[in-house]
């Protein structure tokens, strides 16, 4: 699958990780929709390559049967890139009660769900598709973390969520094979994202120190060349990649 004059969505394309995607595939030719629940964050991404920018809420099926109905009028959409995603900490259990299910929920929803949902309904539109000279009909690309792996304390709904994520690829990939689509999923470690931009320098350090190499956070550029490598490297099938630099979580 080449990434030159594919059409390819990404979803929380509006910042972080989803937005860093979008400029590197844009930059290798690819005609990019770009869906983030802020239409605002979205359309300034979009501007700044002649991308298309579409709000959707990734968890709703009417608005991202919609978003992706759009998508495809700019040609068959050959890749999706699922970044949306919510990163929420809470106990299970403290001196003040039981976590609230809501909040379990949510996490589940978006992360998971939400995955889940633009996957089915990609997968649905990829398949009805002319397949290109070699079978192939399109590329899923999935974001868990590592947290799936080396769940924290206080991780328990976002490691359950992105557990699932993980767990996703082979079923997906295997159920999808006969269409010609591939899936895959990347687990990337601890980024610099707006979340830990907001950090002081030293708070942000000593996470850094934790990183066995380099020893740095990652650079959401580094997760946007891994989503082209998956996208073009087509014996890469039911993969989970961690993008890490070695690092373990500790529990807490």
């Not at 009660?97 to 992360?111: H, K, Q, S, T, Y």
């Not at 690829?169 to 159920?175: D, F, K, S, V």
């Not at 350090?205 to 956070?217: C, M, N, T």
Request: glycine share 10%; net charge negative.
């Amino acid at each position: 699958m080449q990434v030159q004059g594919a059409t390819i969505v990404v979803t929380g394309a509006g910042s972080g990780l989803g937005a860093a995607t979008a400029r590197h595939l844009a930059a290798h030719g690819a005609s990019i929709v770009l869906l983030d629940r802020n239409a605002d964050a979205a359309r300034k991404v979009a501007a700044e390559f002649g991308g298309l920018a579409v709000e959707c809420d990734v968890t709703d099926p009417t608005e991202a049967r919609a978003a992706l109905a759009q998508a495809s009028e700019l040609g068959p959409i050959r890749a999706l890139v699922n970044c949306a995603g919510v990163a929420a900490a809470g106990r299970i259990a403290t001196r003040e009660g039981a976590m609230p299910l809501e909040d379990f929920e949510r996490v589940i929803r978006i992360n998971l769900i939400g995955t889940f949902n633009m996957l089915r309904l990609a997968a649905d539109r990829m398949a009805k598709s002319d397949p290109l000279a070699d079978g192939e009909r399109g590329v899923i690309i999935n974001t868990a973390s590592v947290a799936a792996f080396d769940g924290q304390i206080g991780q328990a709904a976002y490691s359950a969520s992105k557990g699932g994520v993980a767990a996703l690829a082979l079923p997906a990939a295997r159920e999808l094979a006969r269409f010609g689509i591939r899936v895959n999923t990347i687990a990337p470690g601890i980024f610099l994202t707006p979340l830990l931009e907001e950090l002081s320098e030293p708070v942000r350090a000593g996470i850094a120190a934790a990183v066995p190499f380099p020893e740095r956070l990652g650079d959401p550029a580094e997760f946007a060349e891994t989503v082209r490598f998956c996208i073009e490297t087509r014996y890469l099938n039911a993969e989970v990649i961690r993008l890490d630099g070695g690092v373990r979580l500790p529990p807490k």
